[in-house]
């Protein structure tokens, strides 16, 4: 009778401690194990090698391409480009399987001016090809120009393919080098310290706090722009055109005011330009190396 008392008492203790057990288990599942096995470098580990890059040729001359992207393209097997870049880049892509690089799938599912229908048919067939390339076992890169992701057409891809893991080669954009031409620091304005980069679409809303701005231009010339400009920053405000950045035996800058630079740019053949607006453009210094500086730098204040 004692006997089975003790072993009820037993039992009893076994289901609390096995309770216990259970609970801290469950903790420790949840806080060791569960973050061990979602944890970004787990997910990476799962993730399969890439084999698929869009790559930037950078902007202007072939000696603003990266080390990296040279040696990117040179282990890729399946090319989509532009024709363009066997002439900019002799020898670079010879041997290689090469697809003509195309604006249809961008043009239909980013901007308004394309056809969806044609636009899917283009998605189908180029996924086609680099399914099937990279089930062989190939790498496939698609070449680009400056920053693949301002105001790039093939972000789709990155997309579309996301299960195939795929990387993005960064490049020269043509913001860099063209702020490079100007040899102004961008983000050192008088009013403000910060820069918008901009296609002309919604300037209106943006120019009120009269900020540093570049514009791409693929939609909208220099009157549009100074159209939509001038009724936010003083005309005196200064400007700039920087043309065919990177290019050295072409590359063309033309500086002015809002008021001015339409006068300016008559007779000039504007096709690849980036228009700049904002105080940075001044000079920003003060420095003369044989004066002593006098009082203390005024401290930057916004919209000042
Ligand atoms: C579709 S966007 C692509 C921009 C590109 N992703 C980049 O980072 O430079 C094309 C626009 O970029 C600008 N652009 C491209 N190359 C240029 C260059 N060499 N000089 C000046 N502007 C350029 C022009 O405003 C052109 O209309």
């Not at 901007?111 to 089930?135: A, N, P």
């Not at 920003?284 to 000042?304: N, T, V």
Request: glycine fraction near 8%; include cysteine.
């Amino acid at each position: 009778m004692k006997k089975k008392e003790s072993s009820r008492c037993v039992g009893f203790m076994g289901r609390e401690t096995l309770k216990k057990i259970k609970i801290i288990l469950a903790i420790w599942f949840l806080f060791s194990v569960m973050p061990a096995v979602y944890s970004p470098v787990a997910v990476a580990q799962e993730k399969p090698e890439t084999q698929l890059y869009l790559v930037s040729l950078g902007t202007g001359d072939p000696d603003n391409i990266t080390l990296r992207a040279l040696n990117t393209i040179q282990k890729s097997s399946v090319i989509f480009c532009m024709d363009r870049v066997a002439v900019q880049f002799p020898g670079l892509l010879d041997g290689k399987e090469i697809h003509r690089g195309t604006l249809s799938v961008h043009k239909a599912f980013m901007r308004s001016d394309g056809d969806r229908r044609e636009g899917l048919e283009e998605v189908k067939e180029i996924s086609r090809i680099i399914r099937k390339s990279v089930g062989e076992g190939k790498t496939v890169s698609i070449l680009d120009y400056g920053d693949p992701t301002i105001y790039g057409p093939n972000m789709w891809f990155m997309e579309v393919f996301e299960d195939l893991n795929p990387e993005i080669v960064p490049g020269v954009s043509s913001f860099n080098v063209a702020n490079a031409a100007l040899k102004k620091g961008v983000t050192w304005g008088e009013k403000t310290r910060s820069v918008i980069l901009n296609n002309g679409t919604d300037v209106e809303q943006l120019a009120a706090a009269r900020a540093a701005m570049v514009f791409f231009t693929m939609r909208e010339d220099v009157p549009g722009i100074v159209g939509k400009l001038k009724g936010h920053y003083p005309s005196e405000t200064p400007v700039a055109v920087v043309s065919n950045a990177g290019f050295r035996d072409k590359e063309r800058i033309i500086q002015g005011t809002l008021a001015t630079i339409e006068e300016k740019i008559k007779g000039e053949k504007l096709s690849l330009y980036l228009f700049y607006v904002g105080d940075f453009l001044t000079k920003r210094y003060g420095i003369d190396a044989e004066k002593e500086p006098s009082g203390r730098l005024k401290e930057f204040k916004c919209g000042k």
